[in-house]
C-alpha cells in the first residue's frame, strides 16, 4: 500500500476500535479462557483489529484490498462461529455498515473484495450461543433427566463425557460433534424430556 492508503487502512482501524461494539474485535479471542475449546477448529484463520493494526505498520498488505480482505475476515469469523441472532453478530453488523460508510465516504471501492469467495461454515458448527443455552438448561434438569442424557452422548459421542471420580463425570459441550448435539437438544428441549423410561438413542448415520 502507498502511504495514503496506509494512512486510510488506519484511520479505519482506529474509528472502529473507538466504537463500543468493538470491544470483542480488539484484540485475538482467547479461546482457551473462554472455554472455546473448538474455536481453532471452526475458526481457520483468526483475525481481530489489534493483528490487522500491526500487518499495517509492518507493511504487511500489498494493497488495500488485502487490508480489507483481512477487515471483513473479522466479521466473517463472527457470523461463522455464533448465531445469527446473537449479540456478538449484532455488533459486527454495526461495525461492517460503519466501515461501509468510511469507505464510501474516502471513495474506497470494494467491489474487488467482496467478490472474495466467503468463508464456507464448517460442517460440524455448532453456534457458540446454542452451546451456551443447551448447557444453561442442562443445569435444572433432574438427575433422572441428566442420566438420559449421559446415556445419549455415552452412544453417539464418547469423548464428550470425562470420567472424573467413580461418582462424578464431567460432560463437554464444546466436544460434542454438531449430529450428536443435535440430539441431545432435541430430547432436551422437547416434552420427551420429562421424566420418562431412560431410552436409548442411536444417530442415523
Known sequence: MNSDETQKALNLVKHLSQMNESIHFL???DYRALGLHDYPNIIK???DLSTVKSKIKVNHYNNFDDFLGDMILIWDNCRTYNLAESQIVQQ???LEKSMLRFCNQNNISLENVLKRPKIEEHPDTVPFQEKVDLSERLKILSAKKLANIVEII???C??????????RIQLRIDAL???SFAK????????????????RIKLEE
Request: zero cysteines.
Open 92 to 94: 459486527t453488523e454495526i
Open 184 to 199: 441431545v437438544k432435541e430430547y432436551v428441549f422437547s416434552e420427551k424430556s420429562e421424566d420418562t423410561p431412560t431410552k
Open 158 to 167: 464418547p469423548k464428550a463425557i470425562t470420567q472424573l471420580t467413580d461418582e
Open 45 to 47: 484463520t483468526p483475525m
Open 154 to 156: 455415552e452412544i453417539n
Open 27 to 29: 484484540h485475538p479471542v
Open 177 to 179: 460433534d454438531k449430529n
